[in-house]
């Protein structure tokens, strides 16, 4: 039997796994070896489903125009304060801006508090809330002028503003 290799083309995105095929008696299952040792062809299309599944699950960058949904806001402050945000540029309890799972960064929204009117425009530069059932993770700032730091969420309206 003829010994076959495959390789990932350089530059992938995966690291690069160089499979050969063994050559085998009758009967004797496959066997595969890669830059890790040893691997069973059950267990590399395990892996692949693993990574398919976890592609899945990433959040995804929505196009932001006639945004308007109503849900939960929290807010974050002083433990956060200092630390990177997803964006990249550190957290500012102090700021007017919020986490959203899937507005871009940058987008400008206007987030109302449905319990008292009261409205407040933020600029989205984190990803989260990390919460299940929450929309929208606002700045403490953001959070005191929409009333909601002794409840520590409000049913609010998130609407996106163009520019």
């Not at 499979?19 to 040792?37: D, E, H």
Request: hydrophobic share 35%; proline share 4%.
């Amino acid at each position: 039997m003829a010994e076959f290799e495959y390789s990932a083309p350089v530059g992938a995105s995966l690291p690069a796994i160089a499979l050969s095929q063994t050559r085998r008696k009758r009967g004797q299952a496959r066997s595969y070896s890669c830059i890790w040792g040893p691997v069973s062809m059950k267990r590399l299309l395990g892996c692949l489903a693993l990574f398919s599944l976890l592609a899945g699950c990433a959040s995804h960058v929505i196009d932001p125009r006639g945004y308007d949904k109503s849900g939960v806001a929290s807010y974050y402050g002083a433990k956060h304060h200092g630390k990177r945000t997803a964006s990249g540029e550190p957290f500012n309890q102090h700021g007017m801006t919020a986490a959203h799972r899937e507005l871009p960064f940058g987008t400008r929204v206007k987030v109302t508090n449905l319990n008292n009117d009261k409205s407040v425009v933020v600029r989205i530069n984190d990803r989260g809330p990390h919460i299940r059932g929450r929309l929208i993770d606002l700045s403490r700032a953001a959070a005191q002028q929409l009333g909601m730091i002794r409840s520590g969420t409000a049913k609010v309206r998130v609407q996106a503003i163009s520019d």
